[in-house]
Structures are given as C-alpha cells and as structure tokens.
C-alpha cells in the first residue's frame, strides 16, 4: 500500500503539468503489448500453483487500463492476446510487422530449480539502442520504485525479438522468478501486479 501511495502520488504531481480536457497527444506513440503463453500453455508454475500466462495477462491488461483511466489514452496500446488463448508466436510478430508500433514489449515470468535465484531480467535481440534505452528504463524504474533485483540486459534469439528487428524497438522482460518463494508471493498479489504495470507503463 504504501508504495502504491508514493507512485500515485508522483503521478499526480507528473499529470498536474498537463492541460486536462484538450486532445494533446495527436501524435500518440503506439505500443504493442504481448503477454507470453496462455491457453494450454501456462509457461512456468509456482509450487502453490500460480501460472505465469496468467500473471502476465492480468500486468498487460491493467497497463491497458492505466493509460485509458489515468494517462487519458496517452498511447495507443494494443494487446497481442487479451484473454487466455495461445496465439503463436507467428501471429504474434505478424501483428508488430502490420502495425510498426514505436515498441514491443513481451511480459513473461521465469522458474528454475534453485529456489534461491531470484530478480528480473531483460533480453533483446541486438545492440539496437532505442530497444536497450527502453529496457534500461524499465529495469531502473522496476529498481528504484518497487526494490526489485536487476541483472543488465541480455541479448537472447528469442522469436519474438528477432523477428520484430527492423520492425521496431523491442524487448522481453522476465518479470522475476515463480520458483522463488519471495517473488512469487509478490506476483501472486493483484494489487502488486496493479503497480507493477503502472511502474513499467510509466518507465515506457
């Protein structure tokens, strides 16, 4: 609760400077959103059975909500599922490749058998610096506001990644660990996961 207060609260202070009831983002960047796995792919599980295609649906859902409800339509946001459905990862990059968005980001959550790795981790495809200057930004705000461990960003031959180069900036975040007890309890909460994606959509 009482990070959430310290981030609205900021996020007021941000949102006084600009002239409410106007159209002022006439240009509004476009963001694509891809929440990984989903259907009869969970992706990974906790021990207490916490699946991560649905962790990430519902940070990709709330990012949805905060820019309608609280950036008033700030971007243009578009999700590559919006329910739990697996779309393959062709339709997935077909959907960047039709809509060019200035970023794609892929949300999913990581597992191993040590209990005791924990932290966040970003990947992208290339050196490419729109798409490390978004990842950066993502890491240190995940960092400094919520107290997350960070590693430096990877670059991974990820399809998502690889085949969205060229088409935009791009990276896939690994939003902690569901095999760490501490993390997975985190992501397990709503209200955490309400904050997690107001952090991201702000850093973006």
Not at 28 to 37: M, P, S, T, V
Request: hydrophobic share 40%; glycine share 6%.
């Amino acid at each position: 609760m009482k990070v959430m207060i310290t981030v609205l609260m900021c996020l007021l202070i941000w949102s006084s400077s600009l002239v409410f009831g106007q159209s002022i983002f006439e240009d509004r960047k476009i963001i694509i959103l891809d929440a990984g796995h989903g259907g009869i792919d969970s992706g990974a599980v906790s021990n207490n059975g916490l699946q991560e295609k649905n962790v990430v649906l519902d940070i990709v859902r709330y990012m949805k909500n905060w820019n309608k409800n609280l950036l008033e339509s700030k971007y243009d946001i578009y999700l590559t599922r919006n329910r739990d459905t697996l779309i393959s990862l062709d339709d997935r990059t077909k959907l960047v490749k039709h809509i060019k968005p200035d970023v794609f980001i892929s949300l999913h959550c990581n597992h191993i058998n040590n209990p005791e790795i924990k932290g966040v981790e970003l990947y992208t495809y290339d050196n490419n610096e729109l798409s490390l200057s978004y990842g950066k930004a993502i890491l240190n705000a995940l960092k400094l506001n919520l107290g997350f461990k960070t590693k430096n960003p990877k670059h991974a031959n990820f399809q998502v990644l690889r085949e969205t180069t060229g088409y935009c900036p791009a990276v896939l975040i690994e939003l902690g660990y569901l095999s760490n007890s501490n993390e997975s309890n985190y992501l397990n909460n709503k209200e955490n996961r309400k904050v997690l994606a107001l952090v991201i959509l702000m850093a973006i």
